[in-house]
């Protein structure tokens, strides 16, 4: 069974400015460096969990994120894809699933999460420009104890509801 966690991360934005954001962890390894065979192809950097501050379009996105991660219905403007995968990592800029993200099939069993199947995907109107989404090839699969699982997630939705 797999381990998650957040790491929180301070980057530099502009000279003497600082901005966090959090991290997926996974067995205490960066969910980034884990699937580091994927790049961002469009936009700066690598890729980064859809949770992000202290912008307040992202943070009420990050919630309702995190909503979904604990099975929660996806409103219509929730970034979630059409055949109901879950991005995991995305854009660091802007979040936007047009950019491409890390997805997974979430799961929810009893006693275990599971992300299923961790790919890159792009949204199905990018298909026509020759975007194409990759499987991780061998496949990656992720299991989490439910119970730790939603205690982690449920902080983490109570630090980024909308004020």
């Known amino acids: 069974m797999n381990e998650l966690g957040i790491r929180t991360v301070m980057e530099p934005t502009d000279p003497g400015t600082l901005?966090?954001?959090?991290?997926?962890?996974?067995d205490g390894e960066t969910?980034?460096?884990?699937?580091?065979?994927?790049?961002?192809?469009?936009?700066?950097?690598?890729?980064a969990a859809p949770?992000?501050?202290?912008?307040?379009?992202?943070s009420a996105t990050a919630s309702e994120y995190l909503d979904v991660l604990l099975g929660g219905g996806a409103p219509d403007d929730v970034s979630v894809f059409a055949d109901g995968r879950v991005p995991l990592l995305v854009c660091p800029v802007c979040?936007?699933?047009?950019?491409?993200?890390?997805?997974?099939?979430?799961?929810?069993?009893?006693?275990?999460?599971e992300w299923r199947d961790l790919g890159w995907q792009v949204p199905g109107e990018r298909a026509d420009e020759?975007?194409?989404d990759v499987p991780f090839t061998p496949p990656v699969h992720l299991v989490f104890a439910r119970d730790?699982?939603?205690?982690?997630?449920?902080?983490?939705?109570?630090?980024?509801?909308?004020?």
């Open 51 to 58: 949770l992000v501050d202290p912008s307040p379009f992202l």
């Open 31 to 47: 969910l980034t460096r884990l699937v580091d065979r994927v790049s961002l192809a469009e936009g700066p950097g690598g890729l």
């Open 148 to 163: 730790a699982y939603e205690a982690l997630v449920g902080r983490l939705l109570l630090r980024y509801l909308p004020a």
């Open 95 to 113: 979040a936007d699933l047009g950019c491409g993200a890390v997805s997974a099939r979430l799961v929810i069993g009893q006693g275990v999460v």
């Open 19 to 26: 901005a966090y954001r959090d991290e997926w962890t996974v």
């Open 130 to 132: 020759g975007v194409e």
